[in-house]
């Protein structure tokens, strides 16, 4: 049978709606030109909801890891005492970028599949008896599908030492998570185009407080394309240090009208709704779950089958016959798990198609009929919702 349209569901890259695609194949305009400037002024603002600040957002033209470079280098100088804790593959990431330029780097280790335990990790900063500068931290840990509170750790760490710098890696879930850096307590926040806010790849955003505005023009360390002042100072003027990707700032705008359409706080529910629903049919097909309920991520969930061959033919027979791309896991959790990414815009039913055809493959391998089991655990959930 031929299943003629692809269905992307990998934790990033997603797939683009047809309002977004439409605007980014708009006749190119020159950078430095005032068709620009009405552009990149409407996307700054229009970032501003989706990030729950009052600034405007900063957009570099390069992936998500540029951004969790930029609010390194741009927050911290050389010698300065930084924390980064580390739950898997992107933790990793921001470690490496601060083992690249930082003297004084501290590492907490998070069981990967577990969330953050404030408690304890505030325990452990109290125990390294210096004076921190940073504590950097992914909001949702991509590599494993947990969401980490945040919110609780921003109000621990101000108040345990209020000069500490809050920095978030939002590049997996922001567009679908309630944040809000005043009310969080978070002093950068980042992410990337391709994931919940649904563009191509190619962007990175900045959001910050003003407390981290001005931390950025007073630290030394050595930077140039990343130098967030450079940005700032040309977002005064509605422009970018360097040549944009005009196209995808026009892909912001259209974004920003999909989600002002939809309602910031539908789109929130619609993710949680699916998250909720699809962990539902997976526990049907008896298909462990990485995560425990309370951290599951709203865009992504990780599952461990029942042994690698299933693993391998899972996701290789989504893919050659049902067309759907899912991901594997990264890290040693590779060949352990897979992931399905539920972000951006997907429906409860493009998801349904998933569940449905893992009911088949399940079914299959194990030659044991779950024909009807996992759709009528995810349609409970979803019956609720729509
Ligand atoms: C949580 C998180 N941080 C950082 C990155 C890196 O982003 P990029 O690949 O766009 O550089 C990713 C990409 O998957 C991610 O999921």
Known sequence: MNYYNALLLTPGPTPVAQEILHATQQPMVGHRSTDFEAIAEEAFQALKPTFGTKNNVMILTSSGTSALEASMLNIANPDDE?????????????????ETYY??????DVEWGQAVDVDAFMDYLQSLNTSITAVF?????????????VNELGHALKQFDDSIYFIVDGVSCIGAVDVDLER???DVLVSGSQKAIMLPPGLAFVAYNDRAK??????????FYLDLNKYLTSLSKNSTPFTPNVSLFRGVNAYAKLIEREGLENVISRHYAIRDALRQALKALELELL?????ASPTVTA???QSKEELN??????????NITIAGGQGHLKGEILRIGHMGQISPFDILHVVSALEILVSDFRQKSYIGTAITQYMEVIKAYV
């Open 137 to 149: 931290s992914q909001y949702c840990e991509t590599s494993t599908a947990v969401l980490h509170p």
């Open 184 to 186: 969080d307590d978070i």
């Open 82 to 98: 930084i924390v980064i804790i580390v739950s898997g593959a992107f933790g990793n990431r921001f470690k490496q970028i601060a």
């Open 291 to 295: 995560v425990q309920d309370e951290y």
């Open 313 to 322: 033919y899972l996701k290789g027979e989504l893919k050659s016959r049902f």
């Open 214 to 223: 001005e931390r950025f023009s007073e630290v030394t360390t050595p930077r």
């Open 103 to 108: 003297n004084n780097v501290h590492i907490y």
């Open 303 to 305: 599952f461990v089958p």
